[in-house]
C-alpha cells in the first residue's frame, strides 16, 4: 500500500462517519453548489489564494517551475513555466527538476511517435475530422477527434483482457492520460489549420524540431512558433487552466465517468462537451467578444491611447441593466482578483503595453468593481482568468474566438487526467450520489 492509498483508508477509518457540513434545500436545487462531496487531488480553491496546485499558488508555480532551455528556445532561457513542469506536479506532488522536466518533454515525444507534430496522429483521425464540415465548431472536432484516438486506449485492452487487478488499473490509465496528452498538441493545431487556416496545410505543415516543448509544438502546430512571444504566451496560458478542482462542469464529468471505469478517451471526450457549454469553457471566447463590441460601440480609445472613463462606465451600468452580465467578473468561490488574471496582466504589461484591448481591459479593472459593488449583489466583483486570456490570444494573432475553449481544453487535460489516474490508484468508486424529487425535498425539509 503506499503512503496516499494509506492516508485515505486512514481518513475513512477514523473520520469516515463525521459530516463535512449541511446540505440545504437551496444547494441541492442550485446546481449543488458549494456541498463538499468530491475527493480531488490535484488542486483546490481558495477563496482568498485562488487555485492552488498541490498546494502551491499561481506566484509559487512562476517561480519555481522549469523554464525552456536556450538551445530549445532561440539561444535565450524561457520566461514562463512550462506546462509540463505542472503536468510532473499534478501526478506527483512534487516540482519537478529541470531534468526530470526534460525527461517528462521526451516521453511525451515517445508516446506520440517521436514528434509532437501532425505525424503522430493515425491516418483515420484526420479521415474522421475531414468527414466533418469545416463549419462544425472546434469543439465538436475536438470530441471527435479524441474519441477517433480512443480505440488505441491500453486501459479498455487491458481491462477487456481480465488480467488486471483493482489496484492496478491505475497503470493503464496513466498510460492512456500520457498517451492521449500527448497528442492534443497536434489534434488541436490540425482542427485549427482545418477549420481557420487552410493556408498552412499541406507543405505549410510545420517540422518540430527535436526537444520542442509541449506548448511549443502547439504553437507551432498553429502557425505562430516563430514568435517568440506568441510561444511564451500558450506556455503560460497551457499552465494556468490546467486545473481548476473536481466540482467544475468539466473536471466533474471527467471524474464521474471516469468512475464507471470508462477509458481516459471517453471521460476526457466526455468532460469536453461539458467545457464547450457557454456558461463554462466559451467564457474567455464571450469576453472578447464584448470587449471587441464595446470598443467599436464606443469608437476605440482616444488618440492618445486612453479611454474615457465616464462613458465606459455608463456603457458598463447600461449592460447591467439590460439584464446581460459583464463578461469576465465575478467568480463562485474567489473573493480576490484572480491569480490567474494577476500573471496574464503582468506578461501584458511587458509584452504588449500599448495594445488598445489591453488598455479597455486595463480600464474596466479599474471601473467594474465598483460598478458591480452599487449594485449590492455582487459577492466577489473582481476580474477572473476569462475577463484577460483572449485578449492575448488576440494580440498574437490567434483571432479566432471559437478556437479559444479548443485551447481551454487542451490545457484541462493535465489535470482531469492526472487525477484520473489517481482515483484509480486511490482505488475511489463509482459516483452515485442520492437525488430527490420536489416532494421529497418538501418532506426532507419539514
Not at 101 to 118: F, I, Q
Not at 382 to 389: I, T
Not at 403 to 421: C, D, I, K
Request: charged share 20%; glycine share 10%; with cysteine.
Amino acid at each position: 500500500m503506499t503512503p496516499r492509498q494509506a492516508r485515505l483508508k486512514a481518513l475513512k477509518t477514523e473520520h469516515g462517519t463525521k459530516s463535512l457540513g449541511e446540505v440545504t434545500v437551496g444547494m441541492a436545487v442550485g446546481g449543488m453548489r458549494g456541498i463538499p462531496g468530491l475527493l480531488w487531488e490535484t488542486s483546490l480553491l481558495d477563496a482568498d489564494d485562488g487555485i492552488l496546485f498541490r498546494g502551491r499558488s499561481i506566484p509559487d508555480l512562476e517561480a519555481t517551475l522549469p523554464r525552456a532551455d536556450p538551445a530549445h528556445n532561440a539561444g535565450a532561457p524561457g520566461e514562463q513555466p512550462l506546462p509540463e513542469g505542472l503536468l510532473w506536479l499534478l501526478l506527483t506532488g512534487e516540482v519537478p527538476t529541470d531534468a526530470q522536466r526534460r525527461a517528462l518533454t521526451a516521453e511525451l515525444t515517445r508516446r506520440a511517435g517521436g514528434t509532437l507534430g501532425d505525424g503522430c496522429l493515425p491516418s483515420h483521425v484526420g479521415a474522421v475530422l475531414d468527414a466533418l464540415p469545416p463549419s462544425a465548431h472546434p469543439m465538436t472536432q475536438l470530441q471527435a477527434g479524441v474519441l477517433a484516438l480512443q480505440p488505441a486506449s491500453k486501459f479498455s485492452a487491458a481491462y477487456a483482457a481480465g488480467t488486471m487487478t483493482k489496484r492496478d488499473l491505475w497503470r493503464p490509465c496513466l498510460d492512456d492520460a500520457l498517451d492521449l496528452i500527448a497528442r492534443l498538441p497536434a489534434l488541436a493545431s490540425r482542427i485549427y489549420r482545418r477549420t481557420y487556416r487552410p493556408d498552412l496545410t499541406g507543405a505549410a505543415t510545420p517540422v518540430v524540431t527535436d526537444g520542442i516543448d509541449w506548448a511549443g509544438a502547439l504553437a507551432q502546430g498553429m502557425g505562430v512558433g516563430a514568435d517568440a512571444g506568441a510561444v511564451e504566451m500558450l506556455r503560460l496560458y497551457q499552465t494556468i487552466h490546467a486545473d481548476h478542482e473536481g466540482g467544475n462542469v468539466s473536471a466533474h464529468t471527467a471524474h464521474v465517468v471516469g468512475s464507471a471505469l470508462s477509458d481516459p478517451y471517453l471521460s476526457f471526450s466526455a468532460s469536453m462537451a461539458g467545457l464547450a457549454g457557454p456558461l463554462h469553457g466559451l467564457a474567455n471566447q464571450e469576453v472578447l467578444l464584448w470587449l471587441e463590441r464595446a470598443s467599436e460601440e464606443l469608437g476605440g480609445p482616444s488618440p492618445d491611447g486612453t479611454w474615457d472613463r465616464a462613458k465606459l462606465k455608463k456603457y458598463c451600468e447600461d449592460t447591467l441593466a439590460s439584464g446581460r452580465v459583464v463578461p469576465g467578473f465575478g467568480h463562485a468561490v474567489l473573493r480576490q482578483t484572480d491569480p490567474r488574471y494577476t500573471c496574464q496582466r503582468r506578461f501584458a504589461l511587458k509584452r504588449m503595453p500599448d495594445d488598445p484591448l489591453f488598455g479597455l481591459v486595463s480600464a474596466l479593472y479599474d471601473i467594474v468593481p465598483d460598478v458591480l459593488r452599487a449594485t449590492g449583489k455582487v459577492k466577489n466583483p473582481w476580474p477572473n482568468v476569462d475577463a484577460h486570456s483572449g485578449v492575448l490570444l488576440r494580440k498574437y494573432n490567434i483571432r479566432e474566438a471559437g478556437f479559444y475553449t479548443v485551447l481551454f481544453g487542451t490545457s484541462r487535460a493535465m489535470g482531469v487526467l492526472a487525477q484520473g489516474a489517481w482515483s484509480r490508484a486511490l482505488g475511489l468508486p463509482i459516483e452515485r450520489p442520492k437525488s430527490l424529487t420536489m416532494e421529497a425535498l418538501a418532506t426532507a425539509a419539514k
